[in-house]
């Protein structure tokens, strides 16, 4: 896939797991899933922080609202300033 697309995310998280388990560390069966999980919520807070921030500063308060409370209007509005995310 990183050949394809460059993206790294997952080949780096590959390694990190793989080297984790030769240094001898205890690995939890979901450690990885955990990982991706929780880089996922990073970006989704930087994504409607993003957003938000945007809102704000074009004085659209109640596009904000909007935003917060209806996830359709949100995936318009991420389009809108073409900021990613998981609708795309």
Do not use: H, W
Request: with cysteine; proline share 2%.
């Amino acid at each position: 896939m990183e050949t394809l697309t460059g993206d790294t995310r997952f080949t780096e998280l590959a390694r990190q797991f793989r080297e984790n388990k030769q240094k001898g560390e205890q690995i939890m069966m979901c450690e990885y899933l955990n990982q991706l999980e929780e880089q996922g919520e990073i970006n989704g807070e930087a994504n409607l922080s993003s957003l938000l921030e945007k809102l704000y500063d074009l004085g659209r308060s109640k596009d904000v609202e909007l935003a917060v409370r209806n996830p359709d209007a949100r995936a318009k509005m991420y389009k809108e300033f073409s900021i990613p995310n998981y609708r795309d």
